[in-house]
């Protein structure tokens, strides 16, 4: 029983841990550079095509992460 | 007495309709107020930014051409889209995008930050010297475009001159502008000279900011100019070269005027900048749909990146 509290305090810590401003807006601002990298690389067509929903993906990750808690 | 008299008799009125008027504010909340005091600007941006935007989304999705504006319009959904993210032109002119973007950051921040850490050691002149660095930022982009078009004349072009002087070959032996190897790099260093002050002056603002008893306690530890400059110099002055790097890389990627005016995208599409190539399909081809959807592709990726800008002002103002 003890374990199982401890193993949900520390499920909560992890997810406390993740869940927040800094490392979620910093996840967000490398999708978004991704995505612009994708766009004017000249390896891959693919890769562009994809460029524009990655960085759509990121502004709006970015744009709702900065309103959750820091 | 008269004076006074008179002096009383104008000032009741005024006195008499200030307290109305205080009267009549003070029903209004400080909310309301503020409201009252917003609106306008609101309703200006509505009117001028967001309704725009909109309007380019929602064309974005349809057949619409502006020169045949009476044509009944058909949504396409999202075919501009997978038709522009597919095409290799467009792709080329990403890539063309790139290589201007890249070589003029790489160039302004490293001759940006030189000049700057030239600048603040304060040696006789060094305020003259900043003002004479600074003058190429203040012209007009389109002043610029056009006296480097003289500039670039194989001919009588001065640089012509002293290229050719310099590597003793002759000045008309080589177009700037005309040649498919040349132009992209044409456009790079004009862009460098004029925006290279700016990243200066951002990097000096950096380097103004690092408190002189950093260097002090370096010295009492015996630290090497150049140890200082690694471990101090650079660290503390990194965000404000990342500002200026970015705000370079936001403004370069929509870089339309100068290019316009120095190439006009050629030769061929050597030049031809994602701007440049919108331009063409929005009031050359009249595609307006498809240069909708290419505009909210860029305008995404731009404010993508603002974002991580704003970011990085934050970043430096809490510092």
Known sequence: MSLDASRTAARRGIIDRILRRGPLEAAATAIIAAGVVMLMQPLSLTLYSWSFTTTLFGTVMFIIVSKVRD | MNELS???????PAAAAQPRVTHRLRGLSDRALAWLF????????????????????????????????NVPTRWLGLDWYQSILTDPDIWAAMQVTAHFVIWTVIIETVLGFGLAFLIDKKFRGHGAWTTIILLPMMLSPAVVGNFWTFLYQPQIGLFNYVIGFVFGRAPSSFQMLGDVTLSPWAIVIVDAWMWTPYVMLICLAGLRSIPDYIYEAAEVDRASKLRQFWSITLPMALPFIMLAVLFRGIENFKMFDMVNLLTGGGPGSTTEVASITLKRAAFESWRTGYSSAFAIILFVTVFGLANIYVKALNRVKSR
């Open chain 2, 6 to 12: 008179a002096s009383s008799r104008i000032a009741y």
């Open chain 2, 38 to 69: 917003i609106t306008p600007t609101i309703l200006l941006l509505l009117a001028i930014n967001i309704f725009p935007l909109i309007w380019t989304i929602y064309l974005s999705f349809t057949n619409y051409r502006a020169n045949r504006a």
